[in-house]
């Protein structure tokens, strides 16, 4: 059986690979259709750097459905060829030939998961690093938050979250090439053309002497948020760890973090989820031919994984209105397409 094992697994290595080049290419064209009126003649280079650096990410996002059509793709042409009709006659079941081709499936949805852990965050945060200075911002990033150059202030900006709030600011003023003033505040909402800062902290610098006052909010007409979009904490681009980190981070802070656990979820049953799509394939490949060749069965699993696309994040949005468990939103989906799978196997059994 090993033999066996060895040559589906390489037929769906194969055939995924071909399929998540197309996608990932489709992908890069549209982006690169979309962005190529913004730039100029000098920013091209930065441009393509900005889309290559976005690759891992998007092999993240489109491995599950490159996988279904990749499976089908594969095992298609094992039965056109009539070898999986060999494998029934001589003897191996519907199931073994599913278990072969979820086998391959969950190594490779390991593989991904990992590729995209470690490579999906630092390529995202070069990325974002490019886009800042093609946008001309004076901006500097690093572990400890995020540096920018607003005339002669300075303002170091500790998180910049999904709704565009700001935590842990810090404004330093000079004047005369002297500082003059040290704002702190803990967090700031931008509201009506300012920023809303709360639990803020002044420092005033004098000749002889320091005037420290404290107050509970105060308004800052700084940077505009649209400017700070590219800095805001995207679930997506960070690691399981750093994800991991930043709930708890949330959650000592007081903060919302369903939407961000229901992210952690999904990271972790990706390898889950590409199985269970590679399981989908399976039925359809035993298929009586007058039901449709091989277009046909491309065709239906994409549309089969368009549709279990909608529904598992259709389902996520309804478990972030309902406040249903993050756990429950990201594992119901995949396990009732394993279900589902399983009843199609024993029909086609």
Known sequence: MRILYRYIATRLVVSTALVLSIFVGLFLFFDLVTTLGHVRHEGFSRLFLVLALGVPAKISMLFPMSALVGATLGLSTLAIDGELNALRAAGVSVARIAYAALRAALVLGVVAALLGDFLGPKAASLARREQVQAAGIGAAVNAQGLWLKEGRSFVD?????????????????????????????????????????????????????????????????????????????????????????????????????????????????????????????????????????????????????????????????????????????????????TAFCMWLLARAG
């Not at 750093?242 to 007081?254: A, G, M, P, T, V």
């Open 157 to 337: 900006i500790g998180e910049v979250l999904p709704d565009l709030s700001i935590l842990r600011v810090t404004i330093y003023r000079f004047h005369d090439g002297r500082l003059g003033r040290e704002l702190f505040a803990q967090s700031g909402h931008y509201r009506h053309g300012r920023w809303r800062l709360r639990d803020v902290s002044e420092t005033l610098f004098r000749k002889h002497r320091l005037i420290v006052k404290t107050l509970a909010a105060d308004e800052w007409r700084g940077i505009a948020p649209s400017l700070l979009s590219v800095f805001a904490v995207n679930p997506h681009a960070l690691s399981l760890v750093d994800l991991f980190r930043y709930i708890r981070h949330l959650q000592r802070n007081e903060q919302a973090t369903a939407h961000y656990e229901l992210v952690f979820w999904y990271k972790v049953l990706a390898p889950l989820t590409t199985a269970a799509m590679v399981l989908l394939a399976v039925p359809f490949v035993f298929r009586n031919p007058r039901h449709g060749g091989l277009g046909f069965r491309l065709f239906l699993a994409v549309v089969l994984g368009l549709l279990f696309y909608v529904i598992n994040r259709g389902f996520g949005d309804l478990t972030l209105l309902y406040h249903w468990p993050p756990l429950a939103g990201a594992a119901a989906p995949t396990l009732g397409l």
